[in-house]
């Protein structure tokens, strides 16, 4: 009869394997014998009204009354946000590369940078030019559209 054809290797893998298997039964054990203990009060934990977490129970003096229906949970409609004012706004062309086909314009008042595109536009502009334009909601952010030289 053959022989079993158990290698050094294999031997080797098998000690590792159930040794590991004894630490972790170890481990186990001691886990069970340091544990307070598995009952519910143990193992509860409380809110405090700045919201962390504590093991003592709430103040019910510092309670607070919360109308349910008041919660909003989700993103308000686009309709409950105020909209801008449409009237053409003025500023300075500070940067606008024709080859590549957009730009960049400071409003005159408020000092904002815009995006501007060659789609946008209505006259040619060149940096340090005087413009009007209107506001329209892009991708990344406020886009200057209409774009008119002064």
Do not use: C, W
């Amino acid at each position: 009869m053959a022989r079993a054809q158990e290698t050094f290797n294999k031997k080797e893998k098998e000690k590792k394997r159930l040794k590991k298997r004894e630490e972790k039964m170890k481990k186990k054990e001691a886990r069970k014998a340091n544990s307070k203990g598995g009952d519910f009060e143990n193992m509860i934990a409380y809110v405090d009204e700045n919201g962390h977490l504590t093991d003592t129970p709430p103040d019910p003096s510092k309670k607070v009354k919360v109308d349910a229906e008041s919660i909003v949970i989700g993103i308000p409609k686009k309709e409950d946000y105020e909209e801008e004012e449409v009237a053409d706004k003025t500023g300075k062309v500070s940067y606008f590369d024709t080859s590549k086909g957009f730009g960049f314009i400071i409003d005159s008042v408020s000092q904002e940078k815009y995006f501007v595109h060659v789609s946008g536009l209505i006259d040619e502009v060149l940096e340090n030019d005087k413009v009007t334009f209107e506001l329209e909601k892009g991708l990344k952010g406020m886009n200057a559209v209409r774009v008119k030289k002064i």
